[in-house]
Nanobody, 118 residues
Framework: QVTLVESGGGVEQAGGSLRLSCAAS????????MAWFRRAPGKEREFVAS????????RSIDSVKGRFTISRDNAKNTVYLQMNSLKPEDTAVYYC???????????WGQGTQVTVSS
């Protein structure tokens, strides 16, 4: 079992910044990557960005490239999502997820609300 605890969400004006954190605990050795997903109002959950624990390989969707940066602190079993130049369309519940080495994302946090006002 892996437990994920998200923090850092809140309300921000367009153009502002927020930093999300996700602390992983439990059997973290069974995971090989962490990711951020989001679910905007009226939309399905979508992948945002991911990073592997080893190697630091990253992926992100085009709509956040140049604005969002995913990073990690292996010693703290924590991943971050630095969100700059926020747009109203970034408004969503952001979820942290952990991927098992030979599986899909199996562990999920409860989500943290990000609201960007225009």
């Amino acid at each position: 079992q892996v437990t994920l605890v998200e923090s850092g969400g809140g309300v921000e004006q367009a153009g502002g910044s927020l930093r999300l954190s996700c602390a992983a605990s439990g059997r973290t050795s069974s995971t090989d990557a962490m990711a951020w997903f989001r679910r905007a109002p009226g939309k399905e959950r979508e992948f945002v960005a991911s990073m592997t624990w080893s190697g630091g390989n990253t992926r992100s969707i085009d709509s956040v490239k140049g604005r969002f940066t995913i990073s990690r602190d292996n010693a703290k079993n924590t991943v971050y999502l630095q969100m700059n130049s926020l747009k109203p369309e970034d408004t969503a519940v952001y979820y942290c997820a952990a991927r098992r080495a030979l599986d899909d994302y199996a562990y999920w946090g409860q989500g943290t609300q990000v609201t960007v006002s225009s």
